[in-house]
């Protein structure tokens, strides 16, 4: 079993497959990996620090940027809670298996704002200033949308029809909980996809960010029992001890981590080593990449 | 806070939507659930005995359902494998972020096989016979195939060009662990899908099953820390007790649950309940469901 299960387990999530055409050399032709190690450093950014937060849980950091291209109001509305520290203390308090891990303050403990609103209009899409927002079309056809592509680092979608940009709910994408009112949620009460790309939901929840690294910390989590996977017991919650702006941490305390642009001529060859992976695992190229399989690569720095 | 989080967690997994085309009345128009409440007995079917596979693991036991009708050959040899008791004392030994969740035998101690063959033909797609199979289409567009939908309980895809089909890599299908070598696998290392669809997978591995439930005893797991997430340490390994065949109980001892016909007529209803899905909180129908979201769904017969 030794040779099958270790070649098995190593080609089943190979980091560096070879892209080769039919009756071509794989030399020729680059992998993921390859791509990635030959790109420029410009093709690369941090993570903006006044876009992103670190969650501090028992278990270690999550770190997740916003997006305010997509949704303006609700991250300068996230930055100012996590400034006034009202996320300090605050609980994952549901986690439903293919769905949604969702955090915030439980429901029999309200907590005041202070300079933070606690309800926003809904930023469900772009409308006006979609066309400014950087697009990077992907080449295969999408179920639920006429056009999906990445932008900046965050998968989307457009409506030529209607001129609309929105982000799309791919795996480690975060959203904003609301209740039935459009206007209910704030940024306060959040959640983030485990499962497969719950795509029906997109533009009808506000999304804000991405995950960029510990979504681990999200997923291996026991599956509430109750209603909806919310945990039946105040014991079960996992505490958030803080979350913090970038920012407002000293550049040295920052997590040395990079993301990949989706405007980069790197990421285009990237998600084509991916659309034609073929190598002695990966027998047939499948030739095709959806966007929720093709989010821009985070890779850290050695400090 | 208490109608906003209540009303943002049961809107964010509503398990009776409802489906409302523009300017229509609910009324007239039935929810997912009153879909499935309406279905006659007849468009259900319990799992397969001879099919079924009970594993039984400290947290529980999960319950896959085989098909013979994707990959024969490594069915009867995973209904072998059982029958030998080859697969009590393995071990859950990998679990992949947004990936895979893998079981089998530690490679330091493999384990020779009585009945069992430990080499089989790859079971990639079905050629001869694919028409035979049954097929409900999926009316949305597929990223990675001309055409995918439901066969029997199993999201599938197939290519009128060559005539082939296949199962889908979608979250909860159980594939065959293999090496480089087409022929390395048996059905005694196996994987579940634990995150967004890895559809590139499709055609290069055989698939067999589909968990039916216990799907969160595979999820819920702390992630490995070793390459491509195996376990570094014996210890945080999952111990498979025991894996029977749902034919091999006694039928007062086996699962009361039911799967729906992916040919039924109620299969259809309840698909595009989810496909214009619209209520309250879905204040927009997305008008287009993909496959993996789309899986024929399982009830529980009280007993």
């Not at 949704?71 to 949604?100: C, S």
């Not at 697009?135 to 999906?148: I, L, N, Q, R």
């Not at 291996?220 to 941490?249: C, M, N, W």
Request: with cysteine; hydrophobic share 40%.
């Amino acid at each position: 079993m030794r040779p099958t299960l270790s070649a098995a387990a190593l080609a089943l999530a190979l980091a560096a497959p070879v892209s080769i055409p039919a009756a071509a050399s794989a030399a020729a032709h680059p992998t993921q990996a390859e791509v990635l190690a030959a790109s420029p450093a410009s093709d690369w950014r941090a993570p903006v620090p006044e876009n992103t937060l670190y969650l501090e849980l028992p278990a270690g950091r999550v770190i997740i940027e916003l997006a305010p291209g997509f949704a303006p109001a609700h991250v300068d509305n996230m930055r100012k809670l996590a400034r006034e520290h009202w996320y300090d203390g605050t609980f994952i308090v549901r986690v439903q298996d293919n769905y949604v891990t969702q955090w915030g303050m439980p429901e029999e403990t309200p907590r005041p704002m202070k300079t933070a609103l606690d309800r926003l209009a809904p930023e469900f899409t772009v409308k006006d200033g979609a066309a400014a927002l950087p697009f990077t079309v992907s080449p295969d056809p999408d179920a639920y949308a006429p056009e999906v592509g990445i932008s900046d680092i965050f998968p989307a979608a457009r409506d030529p029809r209607t001129g609309e940009a929105w982000m799309t709910h791919c795996y480690g994408i975060v959203g904003v909980g609301r209740g039935y009112a459009l206007d209910s949620g704030s940024g306060a009460e959040l959640y983030t996809v485990i499962g497969h790309s719950p795509r029906p939901l997109d533009r009808v929840i506000t999304l804000v960010g991405r995950v960029l690294k510990g979504m681990e910390l999200l997923t291996a989590l026991p599956r509430g029992t109750g209603p909806l996977g919310f945990y039946e017991k105040a014991e079960q919650r996992v505490p958030i001890h803080s979350v913090r702006l970038a920012a407002d941490l000293p550049a040295t305390e920052r997590e040395r981590i990079e993301v990949l642009s989706g405007q980069s001529a790197t990421y285009v060859k990237w998600r084509e080593a991916r659309r034609f992976r073929q190598d002695d695992f990966f027998i047939r190229a499948a030739g095709h990449i959806d966007v929720c399989n093709a989010m821009p690569p985070v890779r850290s720095i050695d400090g």
